[in-house]
């Protein structure tokens, strides 16, 4: 209701109606005075949606998760999910079964690929010398045949190339990396033409987590009633040739020829692949950790939210909470991709930056002539060094480090890779130290300004170990946050 003038005050002729007004004239001019009064209250209205939003807005952190492809960006965000938003975690844990299933038949239809070229004797495709492959330890050393044991098993496992596309027409997923085809090093580079595509099988993307987890849940896939697993067609036949994926996968023939190819499954086939007993079953339920390994490379910028509720520091005058929200923005990693992350830079308050320490020996799967540490030591100096960036909080991931142990228990040398590296110990500890000083190095060296470094080493496919990370990254950036708006 607007104010109205009482006899005493001075507006109070001016607003009375013409003592000779007309009916239709009361009726027009009354309509008038709705009209101002209900533009006057939209007005009112907007001004006190924009105080609230600037009151949240001061309890908004923008965080964004960067990193090369496959360093394990979206792996920290589910692990953030599963800490912080465990009620939609929960929603949403069904829509994964789908995910990780065809994971499960990803794997095995390339290695039924690679089967088929040694027994038709085609050459081996185009592979980096260096690239780490997960296979199962084979001692012997001379070529072993493959025989009509394993025809059969080709002919056994084929209904899998049906239920891949199966699966992959249902979760909406997409073969390869969609547009653009132009590559930066760093999202600050121009993008030039991609002259160097790879021939191999693309990975599967989708453009958003949501749209799949809807599909996985209405389609009715992963009800748990028997009428409804029966009429999952994919997850019966997965079931069904369990023993025979369970025979190719430790077939020694096999694993030789993967490693005579230099094939490159994804780091989650070899978890996936020695647990099909509890996997390949008409009733599978899936666990955190299956979610955590499932891999579905990131095409689109995904956003979520969290919120905290109960931060340590967290209370009004009145002695209240107020709630934290961190809107979190998961990037694809690609050289394709990186050009998009620009837009995002702008009012961003934390980076968690994540920097694979398993793959000095490894290069780009998107061009095979960059190193991915060289990589991924490009992409921090360049973060590191932006002015756009100069007062944003940087925290660094060194992820892997299960990988990394792994690889050097089976003999690798970080010095033959890494020079600069020299005689110094070849174990986990000392490998992770030698990346941590040179990425606070270079943190040091090329910010614009001073900023704390906050370095952990990670595995974030242990969700345990994680979520105490996760605990020390939040305050500390609740810490920061709040120490950087004058808050404390
Ligand atoms: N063993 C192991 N696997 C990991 C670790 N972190 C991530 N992974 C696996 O590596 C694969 C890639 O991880 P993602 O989180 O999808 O990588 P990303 O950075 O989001 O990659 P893009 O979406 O392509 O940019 C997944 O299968 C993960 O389960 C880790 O610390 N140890
Ligand atoms: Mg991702």
């Known amino acids: 209701m607007g104010y109205v003038p009482g006899p005493n005050d001075p507006f109070y002729e001016l607003m009375q109606p013409p003592p000779d007004e007309t009916p239709a004239q009361a009726t027009a001019r009354q309509k008038r005075e709705l009209d101002a009064q209900r533009v006057n209250d939209k007005i009112d209205e907007e001004i006190k949606q924009e105080r609230v939003q600037a009151r949240k807005g001061r309890n908004v952190i923008k965080v964004l998760l960067l990193g090369q ?27 994964w079964r789908s995910v990780v299933q065809l994971n499960v038949v990803r794997s095995i239809t390339t290695i039924i690929r690679v089967v088929e070229a040694e027994i038709n004797g085609d050459a081996p495709a185009e592979s980096d010398d260096d690239q780490s492959i997960v296979t199962v330890e084979s001692s012997d050393s001379e070529s072993l045949k493959f025989t009509d044991r394993h025809q059969l098993l080709m002919i056994r496992l084929a209904p899998l190339l049906g239920v891949e596309a199966e699966l992959k027409r249902r979760l909406g997923a997409g073969a390869e990396p969609v547009q653009p085809t132009s590559m930066s090093a760093t999202p600050f580079d121009t993008p030039q033409e991609d002259h160097n595509r790879r021939k191999r099988l693309p990975e599967f993307s989708v453009r958003s987590w949501k749209d799949v987890l809807e599909v996985g849940n209405r389609s009715g896939l992963h009800g748990s009633t028997s009428a409804a697993s029966d009429a999952d067609l994919p997850t019966t036949t997965i079931a069904g040739c369990k023993d025979d994926m369970r025979s190719l996968w430790n077939d020694v023939a096999v694993q030789q020829a993967l490693k005579r190819r230099k094939l490159q499954l994804p780091d989650s086939a070899g978890f996936f692949l020695n647990d099909l007993d509890r996997i390949a079953t008409r009733d599978y339920v899936v666990t955190d950790n299956d979610i955590v390994r499932a891999r579905l490379r990131t095409v689109g910028i995904q956003e979520h939210r ?70 991924s030591i490009l992409l ?94 939040r305050d500390g950036v609740l810490r920061e946050n709040l120490a950087a708006s004058q808050l404390i």
Not at 73 to 80: A, E, G, M, V
Not at 411 to 433: R, T
Not at 454 to 465: H, K, L, M, N, S
């Open 69 to 95: 492809s496959e360093s394990g960006k979206s792996t920290t965000l589910k692990n953030f999910r599963m800490r912080f938003s465990s009620d939609e975690w929960e929603a949403e844990r069904d829509g």
């Open 306 to 375: 969290l919120l905290f509720k109960h931060g340590p520091w967290d209370h009004t005058k009145s002695g209240k909470g107020s709630g934290w929200e961190w809107r979190i923005f998961d990037v694809g990693g690609c050289r394709t991709l990186r050009s998009a992350w620009l837009p995002y830079f702008e009012g961003v308050n934390v980076i968690i930056f994540l920097s694979p320490v398993s793959v000095f020996d490894q290069r780009l799967e998107e061009d095979s002539r960059v190193n991915r540490l060289e990589d």
């Open 380 to 473: 921090w100096t360049s973060i590191c060094s932006s002015k756009l960036l100069s007062k944003t909080q940087l925290i660094l991931f060194l992820n892997k480090c299960d990988l990394l142990r792994r690889k050097l228990k089976r003999g690798v040398k970080v010095a033959q890779y890494l020079p600069s590296y020299g005689d110094k110990p070849n174990d986990v500890m000392a490998v992770v130290k030698y990346f941590r000083e040179k990425f606070r190095d270079i943190q040091k060296q090329c910010s614009p300004e001073h900023r704390s470094a906050y370095i952990y080493p990670t595995t974030v496919t242990d969700t345990e170990a994680t979520a105490l990370t996760l605990e020390s990254v």
